[in-house]
């Protein structure tokens, strides 16, 4: 089962920032928080990792709170393309040799951008 | 850097009949991920497989089988289809160790309709 709980669905206005929060009050020590996203019939997006510190890439934000039990992906300027269904995903720091483990989806939020 | 490729895009076969699914993972990964999404079930892990061994493995019939070859590429067979078969096939890749995290890129999926 998926360790973690969105809002199964969210609106944001275009050229707004989009905030998606996640709820993962299990994580332990060495697991990571990855957000993914998948555009309607495509194969899902990478976006962020970050394990506590703040991230931020070309495509998104991640804020994690400081005792780690939820997070925030912020899309600093929403924009149509970014509607899609945003996964929060945790897992495991990979051991040497081992595997990071597969990742496991739950429903994620479906963000809607509206014009 | 190319992405990760998924052949056919579409199939459709009878009950009873198999199927093989190609992948070809990013330049330089090592490891490929399958997974399969229903409306029903979403997003369910089937096995990955790193330097051509089955490092992990999902919880679906001995009728989905996998292989990897010497250049990473990677198939999924699955024999004696059933309706319920009829999914989104997706491949992920990723380089399948050398640090904390191993982030997995997707393919766009092969779309499988069993009638």
């Known amino acids: 089962d998926a360790k973690t709980t969105q809002p199964p669905s969210m609106d944001c206005a275009e050229g707004r920032a989009a905030n998606l929060p996640c709820n993962h009050s299990?994580?332990?020590?060495?697991?990571?928080v990855y957000w993914y996203r998948q555009i309607h019939s495509q194969g899902p997006q990478y976006i962020i990792h970050g394990l506590k510190n703040n991230e931020t890439n070309e495509m998104a934000s991640l804020i994690i709170t400081e005792d780690r039990k939820s997070s925030t992906l912020i899309l600093p300027h929403a924009t149509l393309r970014d509607t899609a269904v945003y996964y929060c995903i945790v897992r495991p720091r990979l051991h040497y040799g081992g595997s990071q483990g597969n990742l496991i989806f739950g429903k994620g939020t479906k963000l809607s951008v509206k014009p | 850097k190319a992405g990760v490729t998924q052949t056919p895009r579409y199939l459709i076969k009878t009950r009873g009949q198999q199927v093989t699914l190609s992948c070809s993972p990013i330049?330089?990964?090592?490891?490929v991920s399958w997974y399969q999404q229903t409306p029903g079930q979403g997003l369910q892990f089937l096995f990955e497989y790193f330097s051509e061994t089955q490092r992990n493995k999902g919880n679906f019939p001995g009728r989905f089988s996998g292989r990897q070859f010497s250049n990473s590429r990677s198939e999924m067979n699955v024999s004696t289809l059933e309706l319920g078969d009829s999914a989104l096939y997706l491949c992920?890749?990723?380089?399948?160790?050398?640090?904390?995290?191993?982030?997995?890129?997707f393919g766009p999926g092969t779309r499988l309709t069993v009638t």
């Open positions: 330049s330089g990964h090592r490891s």
């Open positions: 299990t994580i332990s020590g060495n697991e990571y």
């Open positions: 992920a890749s990723s380089r399948g160790g050398g640090g904390p995290v191993d982030e997995q890129y």
